[in-house]
């Protein structure tokens, strides 16, 4: 409550800054004249003003100019991606996004849920990026990049425009329309926007897809210093999965698109795994202007909608999945066997998908009796009883944001930023039963306690106040709960421009509460599973600051520094959120520490930018929950006192070798380790008691799922009215490691084994992933044609891209270690890695009408 005080007293403070109304300096070179306009809400760049100039007599020089095309990520964004590159080796929780001043960060994982948008690509490029570390003013940023998104009706290009996309990456067909009307002379604008995009089956079997996105805004200018804007936006998509694949399936197959998700039902594919999304984004924001030098952008906000994702759930029956260990050549014992069942693979490879019939057939011959149904006694009920059923897991959220930024230059040389924020979030994760496969019902018990317990019918009900629950299609069961987070934060900055040099600092206070919220009553947890739990609260600081030396307009050091605590995401403490709400034993924030420094050039001929950078991590925290074979039960393996240190280098160039030809080249050489020995508490869901405590040695292995090295090489070509362009460029990706399982660097995994055998090397070695490279080509242009004898001219776009040229099918793109591992026999072999594979060659073919 103490940190909730001193946070309401700085927000206060803050706008009281923010309510003087003091006269403004006055700048020599500005115009009066500018304070009738509107203002634009994008990130400013720095003016230079006579007084600047000819401050005693020095020479002055302009700051460095900050814009979208980054020559680094202007190649790695497009480039890298095919291998998953991840910029710096950071997590996507450590990057923030803005629309229209409302974060888009979910508060349960921290990421940004670009699907909410995805699609709208016409109504989303007026962008602002902050690099890094760089100063920012919009919000305070974060370890990595921020973006800040103007979806503003008046921003928009206006334009009337058709589009239709042709291509073979996760849909195969698109199809768009855009309409922006600019500010009339009653001061009103607005903007539409939709697209379709959907493909029958996508480059990986079984991966059907259809997304439906929509965009309204419209905007109002008030009073001359007044915009006033409401916007609306939101993606319904439907998506079937690609599962990750393990080498002996591909090899069987002679296929690395095997996807174990989908099999034949009646002669047609069908796929397990379906993913659906709708969550609608509501925006309103204000932005005052009250002069030339200053304004207050206010906005709120609201997302809502739900998310699921269907997946098998079985019943005392054989695991269905037809990649489950024991049902592959590897696992048999017996020669001859292993034999046997490869030849039957490769003769019918339908046993590597899942039978349906067979699943259909086995729920058809189910008929059963369970008493007392619905906890009524004496109450039979008599029907199919699923063995087999699609379960949904469904993320229903809703989040609410205020937000509120200030800007103001206090004098010729010093500008002030700040701003003050809040968000409520309640997300309410459950499953629901989504097919019961051709059954009647099934029953709301707890299949692993009724094994354990078998004649405790207290233990084996999932929720106590609804006990014996008969469950049909639509009915919620095995867990329900909700996560109530609240967030306030108030930040400022300052930045300075001088003769030769310019500086920032800034500070964030930010206080965090969560809850867990039990909707079931957990027969094996009755006393802390319904109902809410005991608020967690976290009150964290940030600070960060920098200095840029001005050589000359055109080359610029800089060094730039950041210090932060943040929360740990609540799954990370709750032990398992599904059952109960324990916490961890130890709860501490993560420490961050990140400091950069590099050179900048920006001439007519030459565009480059090297930067170095050194990120510490500490006493991080991570939940792992598996089904372990040891203990015959799903267990959670709680991991705190995580560090990490990433450091590196990263180089971009554009160099203007002729009129027409531009080279472009991207580096990305890193070292990414975890830098620490975590320790493990170990529970089971079905048990309150601590199993085991362990360390886990896993300092100086290297943290996975990215390249930890990537290069790019192109060139360019535009025509010379600029109409027409081509690349070609070729990229290359080394030190790319599978995340590790930490289960096999422990003492247990290792006990009785000889330091230094073969045994002792597999159970401890990192995977590293093969060097791998890809050549990309894209090209297109426009022209200005009359269509259909149209007096006006129209604008055709045609563009063309087209990744991994040379159709390499090979190619890891990222990869996992099983967190399964049988501590009995140390056989790394059992639950060998699953990998996912880039795709080969993918093109897409982009063609708009503008009217």
């Known amino acids: 409550?103490?940190?909730?005080?001193?946070?309401?007293?700085?927000?206060?403070?803050?706008?009281?800054?923010?309510?003087?109304?003091?006269?403004?300096?006055?700048?020599?070179?500005?115009?009066?004249?500018?304070?009738?306009?509107?203002?634009?809400?994008?990130?400013?760049?720095?003016?230079?003003?006579?007084?600047?100039?000819?401050?005693?007599?020095?020479?002055?020089?302009?700051?460095?100019?900050?814009?979208?095309?980054?020559?680094?990520?202007?190649?790695?964004?497009?480039?890298?991606?095919?291998?998953?590159?991840?910029?710096?080796?950071?997590?996507?929780?450590?990057?923030?996004?803005?629309?229209?001043?409302?974060?888009?960060?979910?508060?349960?994982?921290?990421?940004?849920?670009?699907?909410?948008?995805?699609?709208?690509?016409?109504?989303?490029?007026?962008?602002?990026?902050?690099?890094?570390?760089?100063?920012?003013?919009?919000?305070?940023?974060?370890?990595?990049?921020?973006?800040?998104?103007?979806?503003?009706?008046?921003?928009?290009?206006?334009?009337?425009?058709?589009?239709?996309?042709?291509?073979?990456?996760?849909?195969?067909?698109?199809?768009?329309?855009?309409?922006?009307?600019?500010?009339?002379?009653?001061?009103?604008?607005?903007?539409?926007?939709?697209?379709?995009?959907?493909?029958?089956?996508?480059?990986?079997?079984?991966?059907?897809?259809?997304?439906?996105?929509?965009?309204?805004?419209?905007?109002?200018?008030?009073?001359?210093?007044?915009?006033?804007?409401?916007?609306?936006?939101?993606?319904?998509?439907?998506?079937?999965?690609?599962?990750?694949?393990?080498?002996?399936?591909?090899?069987?197959?002679?296929?690395?698109?095997?996807?174990?998700?989908?099999?034949?039902?009646?002669?047609?594919?069908?796929?397990?795994?379906?993913?659906?999304?709708?969550q609608p984004v509501i925006i309103l924001s204000d932005e005052h202007r009250i002069n030339n030098h200053t304004t207050i952008v206010t906005s709120i906000g609201l997302v809502k909608g739900m998310k699921s994702s269907t997946a098998l759930d079985w019943y005392k029956a054989p695991d269905p999945r037809p990649d489950y260990y024991r049902y592959l050549p590897s696992y048999q014992p017996d020669s001859a066997l292993r034999v046997m069942l490869k030849d039957a693979i490769e003769a019918d490879p339908s046993l590597l998908q899942i039978n349906w019939d067979r699943l259909y057939e086995i729920n058809r011959n189910s008929l059963e009796t369970t008493p007392d149904a619905d906890g009524i006694p004496g109450n039979a009920y008599t029907g199919l009883r699923a063995h087999y059923l699609l379960e949904a897991r469904v993320v229903d959220l809703q989040r609410i944001e205020l937000n509120r930024v200030y800007n103001t230059r206090l004098n010729e040389w010093l500008g002030f930023s700040g701003g003050c924020s809040f968000q409520s979030q309640q997300s309410r994760y459950y499953k629901k039963i989504h097919d019961l496969l051709g059954s009647d019902y099934t029953m709301d018990w707890n299949q692993f306690a009724e094994r354990d317990f078998p004649d405790n019918m207290t233990a084996i009900q999932n929720d106590l106040n609804h006990p014996n629950r008969v469950l049909h299609e639509g009915d919620v069961y095995g867990y329900d709960y909700m996560i109530r987070t609240s967030k306030a934060a108030g930040w400022v900055q300052l930045v300075a421009t001088k003769k030769r040099f310019d500086f920032f600092a800034a500070a964030e206070f930010s206080y965090t509460n969560y809850q867990r919220d039990g909707k079931m009553r957990n027969g094996l947890f009755p006393g802390n599973s319904y109902g809410r739990s005991i608020p967690v609260e976290f009150g964290n600081l940030a600070a960060k600051a920098g200095i840029v030396y001005k050589i000359n307009g055109r080359k610029y050091f800089y060094f730039n520094a950041l210090q932060m605590s943040r929360p740990p995401l609540f799954d990370n403490v709750f032990i398992s959120p599904r059952t109960r709400d324990t916490k961890q034993e130890t709860i501490q924030c993560e420490s961050i520490t990140s400091a950069e420094s590099g050179f900048i050039c920006n001439a007519p001929a030459v565009k480059m930018r090297a930067t170095c950078y050194v990120t510490s991590f500490a006493k991080g925290m991570n939940v792992m929950t598996f089904y372990h074979d040891g203990y015959g039960n799903f267990v959670n393996y709680a991991l705190s006192g995580i560090d990490k240190i990433h450091y590196g280098i990263e180089f971009g160039l554009e160099w203007k070798l002729a009129k027409r030809f531009t080279l472009n080249a991207a580096a990305s050489a890193g070292r990414f380790y975890y830098n620490s020995r975590p320790m493990v508490s170990v529970t089971a869901d079905n048990d309150a008691y601590v199993l085991e405590r362990t360390v886990i040695y896993q300092k100086n292995y290297r943290v996975g799922g990215t390249p930890q090295e990537a290069y790019g090489l192109g060139i360019g070509y535009q025509s010379a009215n600029g109409a027409w362009y081509l690349n070609v460029s070729g990229n290359y990706f080394r030190e790319q490691w599978l995340d590790i399982n930490p289960l096999r660097r422990t003492y247990e995994a290792l006990e009785d084994v000889a330091e230094g055998s073969d045994q002792w090397n597999r159970i401890i070695a990192q995977e590293k992933l093969p060097e791998q490279y890809t050549i990309d080509f894209s090209g297109g242009g426009s022209v200005r044609t009359k269509l259909f004898g149209s007096a006006k001219r129209k604008t055709i776009v045609l563009?063309?891209?087209?990744?991994?040229?040379?159709?390499?099918?090979?190619?890891?793109?990222?990869?996992?270690?099983?967190?399964?591992f049988d501590v009995e026999t140390k056989n790394t072999g059992k639950f060998p890695p699953k990998y996912f594979y880039a795709m080969g060659l993918n093109f897409s073919l982009n063609c708009s009408l503008r009217l």
Request: net charge positive.
């Open 1 to 278: 409550m103490i940190k909730l005080l001193w946070l309401l007293a700085f927000v206060c403070l803050q706008q009281l800054l923010c309510a003087q109304r003091s006269k403004p300096f006055k700048d020599k070179n500005t115009d009066t004249s500018l304070q009738a306009q509107e203002q634009v809400y994008e990130m400013p760049v720095v003016t230079v003003n006579e007084n600047e100039r000819s401050d005693q007599g020095a020479p002055y020089v302009p700051s460095v100019l900050y814009s979208n095309r980054d020559v680094f990520l202007n190649m790695a964004s497009f480039h890298f991606s095919a291998l998953r590159f991840k910029m710096r080796g950071y997590d996507a929780d450590l990057f923030s996004t803005q629309v229209n001043g409302m974060h888009m960060n979910n508060l349960d994982d921290g990421n940004t849920q670009w699907s909410l948008w995805s699609g709208l690509n016409d109504v989303t490029r007026n962008s602002q990026l902050v690099l890094a570390l760089r100063a920012g003013e919009q919000s305070f940023g974060n370890v990595g990049n921020m973006v800040s998104t103007d979806m503003r009706a008046s921003k928009q290009r206006v334009q009337t425009q058709y589009g239709y996309s042709f291509g073979n990456r996760s849909y195969t067909h698109r199809w768009t329309f855009t309409e922006t009307k600019p500010m009339n002379k009653k001061g009103w604008a607005y903007a539409v926007s939709a697209s379709w995009r959907m493909a029958k089956t996508g480059v990986v079997p079984g991966t059907d897809y259809q997304s439906a996105a929509y965009f309204a805004g419209i905007d109002k200018k008030l009073g001359g210093n007044h915009l006033l804007s409401l916007v609306l936006f939101g993606n319904h998509t439907t998506n079937a999965k690609q599962g990750p694949v393990l080498k002996e399936c591909s090899a069987f197959l002679e296929n690395d698109f095997h996807n174990p998700y989908w099999g034949y039902q009646n002669g047609r594919k069908r796929n397990a795994n379906i993913a659906r999304a709708h």
């Open 799 to 820: 563009n063309l891209s087209i990744s991994n040229l040379m159709n390499k099918k090979n190619m890891f793109s990222g990869g996992y270690e099983q967190l399964r």
